[in-house]
């Protein structure tokens, strides 16, 4: 089973990690899905941090909702997923879906990326999409979401 390595920055969420690293195994079981072998990271960081890091890594000082950096197979590291909750509470109820859902796609968006998918054109982004859905629908039917909770006033 794969290392995962889960850090959780973010003041206002709050989730079990062993839900999510289910999802974690469930998703390495996907063949159309495979990452690269290694320990994997995903971090949860507040909106100031992922601005900085989207201006930083890929020239763009926006919001983004999440970032993937490939890792290094010599250093038995898959990669990191740095996901947004921020923009996950702002934009769920827009997509008409529960905020654990909205969150839990993003990382699967991060994962896919890391599986060698990209959305720089108009045929990848509907393969993304295809498997963004492909790979929702097995988490819903095998696992279901991990009871990821945003709270205020934290």
Request: charged share 25%; with cysteine; net charge negative.
């Given at each position: 089973?794969?290392?995962v390595f889960?850090?959780?920055?973010h003041?206002n969420?709050?989730?079990?990690a062993?839900?999510?690293?289910?999802?974690?195994?469930?998703?390495?079981?996907?063949?159309e899905?495979?990452?690269?072998p290694?320990?994997l990271?995903?971090a949860?960081?507040?909106r100031?941090?992922?601005?900085?890091l989207?201006?930083?890594?890929?020239?763009?000082?926006?919001?983004?909702?999440v970032m993937?950096?490939?890792?290094?197979?010599?250093?038995d590291f898959a990669?990191?997923?740095?996901?947004?909750?921020?923009q996950?509470?702002e934009?769920h109820n827009d997509?008409?879906?529960?905020f654990?859902?909205?969150?839990?796609?993003?990382?699967?968006h991060g994962w896919?990326h890391?599986a060698?998918?990209n959305?720089?054109?108009?045929e990848?982004?509907?393969?993304?999409?295809h498997m963004?859905?492909v790979?929702?629908?097995?988490?819903?039917?095998c696992?279901?979401?991990p009871?990821f909770?945003f709270l205020d006033?934290v």
């Open positions: 089973m794969r290392e889960i850090n959780n920055q003041p969420l709050k989730f079990e062993d839900s999510l690293e289910k999802i974690i195994a469930l998703l390495d079981s996907i063949p899905a495979k990452i690269p290694g320990e990271s995903i949860f960081l507040e100031p941090i992922i601005i900085e989207h201006k930083n890594f890929f020239n763009d000082p926006t919001p983004t909702d993937t950096f490939t890792g290094d197979p010599e250093m990669g990191e997923i740095c996901v947004s909750p921020d996950a509470m934009v997509h008409r879906v529960t654990p859902y909205e969150l839990m796609l993003y990382i699967v896919l890391l060698g998918y959305d720089k054109t108009t990848d982004i509907q393969q993304i999409r963004e859905s790979v929702m629908q097995k988490i819903l039917e696992e279901g979401l009871e909770v006033n």
